[in-house]
């Protein structure tokens, strides 16, 4: 790899007009010396979303639009993926705010690992209380357990990581992303790209700034998502499950039997609810230092929201999926290239 090889960085969006316009100058000012390329795949919004990309693309010439008539991400990141012409492909959200060094930090730990997808840190920052209190659930330990891309770590070889920046032979070999994994699309493609013998590198150098979601509603649907499909990547790819995805949905299996014990049996079943309120109540103490009281209030909200959703997602996620997905395995971007 060139010491400065040219880099596209790829975005799904979808009513995305609150954050776009300073996601996408996050990215066109990143300290960088090689050629880059913007490639947006713009999904059938309700909002300002399609007037604001065109926008960007009359104001500068390194940014492009593709359609993504499906609204879906995976379909969005292929779309945009085709599109794009780099050896370097670099993922980023609507909603993510690339750090200035990022993409140069990046490919030079492409080089140094011969890694063939790095990532770090997913730093959920908020803008109101209720957004400060779940970006401080979504970086603690009691709300995402060990996750090194949510609290943060050493530098080290990873299941998967946030957003990712691929080299792009990484991702023809694999046809690119499995567009029925509506949710999830990130971990099954670092699992193929594992399970191929390539090495997924984590390394807190790299952050990029998340907008958490903005009510109890969204981050709910968010997490149901999550687990819904967390559960597909485990019936699909066996071996790729662990006790740190287990644990939420025996927490809501645990939860609902101490209720039904106590309302039914004894008061002694309120125990286990009891004991999981106090919980997240006494771990919401340390992740809200600093923040606002109303901030601090609401964290064990957002944990309980975050914990049940991805449980109940889990529980619930239908077999009909893992047989969708099963059936949809074929490239969905070109194959690599051959000599």
């Not at 012409?85 to 690992?113: C, F, K, Q």
């Not at 992303?177 to 390539?198: H, K, P, S, T």
């Amino acid at each position: 790899m060139n010491a400065t090889p040219a880099v596209s960085v790829i975005m799904p969006v979808l009513n995305e007009e609150r954050h776009l316009r300073n996601s996408v100058r996050h990215i066109l000012e990143q300290e960088y010396d090689g050629e880059m390329e913007v490639v947006i795949a713009i999904g059938p919004s309700s909002d300002r979303t399609e007037e604001i990309a065109a926008e960007l693309v009359r104001e500068d010439p390194r940014v492009h639009t593709v359609p993504n008539p499906t609204g879906r991400t995976p379909a969005a990141l292929n779309a945009a993926i085709k599109a794009s012409r780099h050896p370097v492909v670099v993922r980023v959200d609507g909603h993510g705010m690339l750090s200035p060094n990022y993409i140069a930090t990046a490919v030079r730990l492409l080089e140094e690992t011969g890694a063939q997808n790095v990532g770090g840190v997913m730093h959920a920052e908020g803008e109101n209380a209720w957004e400060d209190a779940v970006a401080a659930a979504m970086t603690s330990k009691i709300g995402v357990g060990n996750a090194a891309f949510h609290t943060g770590g050493e530098a080290a070889p990873a299941e998967t990581v946030y957003l990712g920046v691929f080299r792009r032979e990484a991702l023809e070999q694999q046809g690119g992303y499995n567009e029925e994994f509506v949710r999830a699309q990130d971990w099954e493609l670092n699992f193929r790209i594992r399970e191929a013998g390539g090495l997924i590198w984590f390394s807190p150098e790299l952050r990029v700034q998340y907008r958490p979601r903005p009510s109890v509603k969204a981050l709910a649907k968010q997490y149901k998502d999550y687990g819904r499909w967390r559960h597909v990547v485990a019936r699909y790819h066996a071996g790729s499950i662990n006790l740190r995805y287990l644990a939420p949905p025996t927490a809501v299996c645990a939860i609902a039997a101490g209720i039904v014990v106590g309302a039914m049996l004894t008061p002694w079943g309120f125990v286990v609810p009891a004991g999981y309120l106090a919980a997240i109540v006494a771990g919401s103490v340390p992740a809200g230092k600093g923040l606002s009281l109303k901030a601090r209030a609401q964290i064990p909200v957002a944990l309980a929201t975050m914990h049940m959703s991805w449980g109940y997602g889990f529980l619930t996620s239908p077999r009909s999926l893992a047989r969708k997905v099963i059936a949809s395995r074929r490239p969905a971007v070109r194959p690599p290239t051959t000599v």
